[in-house]
């Protein structure tokens, strides 16, 4: 077998950026946060998390790449890497299969442990407070088994680290119109949109069909098998953008992988292509889920009931008409992305002129910035005497609202709830 091919400076560790949507989760901060303003104290928590780390939604990458990888060993047309990549893929689908296609992988379970702990630890006086008042912790998912288990785990978490805090969390409820929005009655121009916008078919088809991802595949599928099998498959590109699935879901199974080391898939997958194929990926999720075309809202503005209900519910602490002390949600990329779009969170700020596709060099969004398994958007709530202030956490990591917005002070990551109200124009 001949040893496959590969690029020059190819070698090296893999971009986050390149697993897009599919990147494990990591907190965008874990120290250094700013203390409230004198005299605030924190009365009520709440956020919105994208599900753990899961296996692939479905078995079709690897059936179709064990389908040819089969065929190829048979007729001795396998690189010498190429003959390690059959066993690797079919223990993978094994683990994937083992887990459930789409269920959270025990990295998920991890991911949602860790970051409720972390939640209890950034802010000690509001679970106490919870705690000794008897405030509720309410619990709701999109209904879908990763986000349903998601909560779960996070709910579990808190309990385990103040366990009077277990009476307090609610049994997880279901809320689709909340969480999953993109299924609902709500959805159904955005799923008008994606089946039939003729403008978004041709400009995710004039991004792909370019000669860089073409000579990407050949690049993949030349690791794998011989020349005269690959000249052989007629769609390079779909065959290689199924390795690259495998490539980008493999460290969400990493728990499940040979002694926790991981699959090994980078070994089949060039960092250039990896970037290719990431890009394609992270294309097809910002016009889909994302910002999108600059003149249409279509993607996002479902995620109105979402931003509304964040804005409902601590009005309803403020306006003394809430008994909770935290609302945990629990969601999937298609709620997390538009809602990051229509808050204009950083990464999400802009949208694509319909005549300039999206690209890396000019347009900050990226999957696994954005959207990465886990992904969550928290405000909490602070308050003195009766003034009510909002910090927002993006992945953990201390954000400022979108321009337009103005915090308390310079730099500050504090801002007056009915500031907010104001530059988001809620009346
Ligand atoms: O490409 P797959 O099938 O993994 O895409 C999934 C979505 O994952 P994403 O592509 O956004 O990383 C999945 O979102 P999740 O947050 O639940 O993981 C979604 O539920 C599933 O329907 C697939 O989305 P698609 O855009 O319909 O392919």
Partial sequence: ADAGHAHAGDTGPARRESYGTKAPYAPGQTHGYQRPPAGFEPVFTENVSRHGSRS???SEDGDLVLTLWDEAEAEHQLTRDGEGFGPAVRDLQAAMAEVGYGNLSGRGRREMRDTALRLERRMPSLFATIADEGERIDVVSSGQGRAVDSAAEYADALADADPALKPLIGPARTDRDLLYFHKEAAGAAYRDYLAHDQRLRDTLRAVTDQPRTHEAARDVLRRIFTAAFVDRIDDQVGAARAVYNLYATAPAMSEESPDGKGW??????SRSAADRFGYLSDAEEFYRKGPGFADSDI??????????????????KRDGTSDLGAELRFTHAEEIIPLAALMRLPGSTRPADPDRPYRYADNPWRGADVSPLGANIQWDLFRKGDRYLVRMLYNEKETAFKAGCRPVAKNSAFYDLDELERCFGRG
Avoid: I, K, N, P
């Avoid at 090994?264 to 997958?269: A, D, L, T």
């Avoid at 993607?299 to 309803?316: N, P, S």
């Fill in 299 to 316: 993607t996002y503005r479902m995620a109105d009931v979402l931003l509304d209900d964040f804005f409902r519910q601590a009005e309803a």
């Fill in 56 to 58: 692939a939604t479905g």
């Fill in 264 to 269: 090994g898939m980078e070994r089949y997958v």
